[in-house]
Nanobody, 124 residues
Framework: VQLQASGGGLVQAGGSLRLSCAASGRTFMLYAVGWFRQPPGKEREFVAGIDWSGPSTDYADSVKGRFTISRDNAKNTVHLQMNSLKPEDTAEYYC??????????????????WGQGTLVTVSS
């Protein structure tokens, strides 16, 4: 499975961005897709995840109510709509795919395939 993330950029606080993650290759193996981020000088953290074939989603508390994850199975694409952005949302954002599910919430899946990052910068 290959993943291509896009949509990052520079935005003012309070603004919006939409990230996209296009999957290719053995997409029939997908169980879930997640977004993670790594702020400068900090550890990578889970942001949001979505079940590839079902209704389940999962969000980090820090983005709940502001970010929305969605998928377009026909285009093998997952989007992350980010609204009301804050300077603390500044980070490299990565999408990841899980093909080997475990009986845990989406945020704890193995996410064994990763795309390159896309940089989101939120100015104050």
């Amino acid at each position: 499975v290959q993943l291509q993330a896009s949509g990052g950029g520079l935005v003012q606080a309070g603004g919006s961005l939409r990230l996209s993650c296009a999957a290719s290759g053995r997409t029939f193996m997908l169980y879930a897709v997640g977004w993670f981020r790594q702020p400068p000088g900090k550890e990578r953290e889970f942001v949001a995840g979505i079940d590839w074939s079902g209704p389940s989603t999962d969000y980090a508390d820090s983005v709940k109510g502001r970010f929305t994850i969605s998928r377009d199975n026909a285009k093998n694409t997952v989007h992350l709509q980010m609204n009301s952005l804050k300077p603390e949302d500044t980070a490299e954002y990565y999408c990841a795919a899980d093909t080997d599910p475990v009986n845990q919430p989406l945020r704890y899946q193995r996410f064994d395939y990763w795309g390159q990052g896309t940089l989101v910068t939120v100015s104050s």
